[in-house]
């Protein structure tokens, strides 16, 4: 027989494990339906967007069709996104003459943004959404609302990859080198 201790030991031992089991099927249909969504398996989507930059300018997206854009979104008090821009910055400067073209989204008011621009220079356009700029992204494909977001667009005005979250130089060139085409 079984002592009570032994047997309230089990229930517990019990619990976690269904808990641990749950957690898990949990996560696993959460990363299928990402990949089977109709949002991240929608590659034929054209983007077409207009923003006002830094000095209240209209900017028109499709201005840069013909380069490969890598669109992303950020505001100035997400870590990840401070993490990315400065190598963005260096991958713009690096790759700007054979195509590749960034453009920041804030997701943030303007002024917020033009003294964070201040502070760390950046050379590629940063245009203001604010607000809008979380139900553009969902319409870009970000279902989960992750910041740091990234659309990358090919020279047609194609989307071919969406990145909720962080996406570092080596994804980011592995994507990016084949439409560019250099080694």
């Known amino acids: 027989m079984y002592s009570a201790q032994k047997l309230k030991s089990m229930n517990k031992n019990s619990l976690l494990l269904l808990v641990a089991i749950f957690a898990l099927a949990a996560g696993l249909l959460t990363q299928r339906m990402l990949r089977t969504s109709s949002a991240f398996q929608e590659t034929a989507k054209v983007v077409n967007f ?20 890598v669109i992303n979104f950020w505001a100035t008090w997400c870590a990840p996104c401070l993490k990315e821009i400065p190598e963005f910055v260096r991958l713009q400067a690096e790759f700007q003459a054979v ?15 033009a003294d964070f621009i201040k ?3 950046i050379n590629y356009p940063m245009l203001i959404a604010g607000d809008a700029g979380i139900g553009l992204a969902r319409q870009l494909g970000n279902i989960i609302n992750a910041v740091p977001f990234t659309v990358i667009v090919d020279q047609t005005g194609q989307i ?8 570092s130089r080596q994804q980011l060139l592995e994507i990016v080198k084949p439409l560019i085409a250099v080694n």
């Open 119 to 121: 502070g760390n220079p």
């Open 99 to 113: 195509g590749l073209q960034f453009v920041g989204v804030s997701i943030e008011d303007r002024p917020v943004v």
């Open 50 to 69: 207009s923003l006002p930059d830094v000095s209240a300018e209209m900017q028109a997206i499709s201005q840069w069709r013909g380069k490969v854009l």
């Open 160 to 167: 071919v990859h969406r990145q909720p979250g962080e996406l």
